[in-house]
């Protein structure tokens, strides 16, 4: 997923350098503030993925391979902020030393494969998942959703920099619609690898990824998502395409033209109850996205809040 | 495989210190660092219609790599590498671009085939200007130059500690790696229960070399702080006449169209 300085343009480059470079600042300010500087952990730690890199594993299945990237891994070790720095001077010197991304795309490919796997879908998926006793399926799936999660946003945030920088033609969907699976089945891969490392180091040496005991609480990751799902709401809503879905436009195709309505007395007084009910009729406004994410957020904290009390009343009587 | 780590065994080794002859090595390595990112930004600007003016910047990189002493196939074939993620890039191109721009002996040249041959001859030269900075510098004058040039004293510490800890990794999978080799045919890729145990032996051995690092910079009275290069050199007239040659020289490239 390495990014080569002719898949982005001057201005794409300059400004994930610069986002990049700020991330990298507060990771420094991190790593100086800890009591114990892991400087030569993390040197080393930096090496040892480098040289992790070169081995591969077969894929099962598959006839081909794949090594680890190790951005979970690394930040399960050192922190979120530890292991993005580390995974950060790795991603220099691959450049360096083999050329294998662009000396211009530094940034883009430090948010790609390293902000995302340690900054966002660690503290948010695989810290909140992960317990240091926990079991081995509860290990695994942790490891997998987290790594699915980094590979998916690496791959859009690939695809929004080369669209973006004029390199690619394709359209933005089309484009991710070819990335988007492909990613999804590395990170599985990444993320059973990741699993496997980690149940034969916890065996031998538990300590190792215990350097972060402060459990992160699940209300980090729900409001985390419930921010993502607005945004998405809010900024996706404008962007929409106003084209029939997958499933209206094969029908119309199959009937050349738009399916009749029915004329049944129960589809007519089901139609009046929705053109009462639906405030949003079409989602014809840009807000439709917002309020129904408000809608199914409250919907849900109502039902979790009823059924802790069901459960409360249980375990009284 | 373990004959791949000898080959990246030799390349960690070539560019250690760089090829310190040449004209080229006199000059500071903050100037030609400079001139390197300089140098990719015009290429990047350069539209991807134009073809016959992006070959035009591999010209430079052939006349340097002559000045530098540093051999320029072997710069081209390892500049090789990039081209399998861009040429799934410029696919994409060829796929959705399919408007005929011109006929060559009777083959159709579409927009997409132009757009994804540019896509990749820029991968190319860009690839071959980051190597060429770094097999005519070396490692560690780079490090020294991104710190003058702002990089943080932290960072510049730790590329070369993960450079230097890097031999010593591959020398350690080499061990491995032949251990296992010896006790099954030996594979180009390991199931993922072998690979598992030797990723997880390689990693144990790595923090237990940390332990050793941290204890030995510990009895030298390392109180955490971040040496910072007793750099002696300075910029001299020879790097800003070099600088001015060189900007000169990629701006004439950029705005003057031969046509």
Known sequence: MHMSDALVSAPIALGADAIAATLLAISIRKIYRQERLSIPLMGVLGAFVFAAQMINFAIPGTGSSGHIIGGILLSSMLGAWGGFFTLCSVIVLQCLLFADGGLLALGCNALNMAAFSCLVAYPLIFKPLYRADCSTLKLFSASILANIAAFLMGAIAVTLETTLSGVSALPLGRMLLFMLPIHFVIGICEGVATALVILFVRRRDPELFLHDQRQSSPRRTIEAFAIAAFIIAASFTLVASSAPDGLEWSIENVLQGELPSPTSELHTSAELILQKTAIIPDYNTFLAGIIGCAILIFATWLISLLSKRVRGDESQS | ?259
Request: charged fraction near 15%; include cysteine.
């Open chain 2, 1 to 259: 495989m373990s004959r791949s780590l000898d080959k990246i065994l030799f390349e960690l080794e070539q560019v250690a210190q760089g090829h310190s002859s040449g004209l080229a090595s006199t000059i500071d390595p903050r100037a030609r660092t400079l001139v390197a990112i300089i140098f990719l930004f015009g290429l990047l600007s350069i539209s991807l219609n134009d073809i016959g003016r992006i070959a035009i910047w591999a010209l430079p990189l052939i006349f340097l790599a002559l000045l530098c002493r540093v051999n320029y196939l072997s710069l081209l074939s390892r500049s090789l590498i990039v081209l399998p993620f861009v040429a799934l890039i410029g696919l994409f191109d060829i796929l959705h671009e399919r408007e005929v721009v011109a006929t060559l002996l009777g083959i159709r040249i579409t927009q997409g085939w132009i757009m994804a041959l540019a896509i990749m001859l820029r991968a190319i030269i860009s690839v071959q200007a980051i190597l060429l900075l770094i097999l005519s510098t070396g490692i560690n004058p780079i490090c020294r130059a991104l710190q003058g040039l702002g990089l943080p004293s932290l960072f510049v510490l730790q590329l070369m500690m993960v450079y230097r800890f890097l031999i010593i990794m591959i020398r350690q999978l080499q061990e491995l790696m032949r251990a296992a080799d010896s006790r099954s045919a030996a594979k180009s890729h390991y199931p993922l229960s072998l690979w598992a145990h030797l990723v997880g032996e390689l990693l144990l051995r790595a923090v237990g070399r940390a332990k050793v690092i941290n204890q030995a910079m510990k009895a030298r009275l390392w109180d955490g702080r971040v040496p910072i290069f007793n750099d002696k050199s300075c910029w001299r007239w020879r790097e800003t006449i070099f600088m001015i040659l060189s900007i000169t020289g990629i701006a004439l490239m950029r705005y003057i169209n031969l046509k």
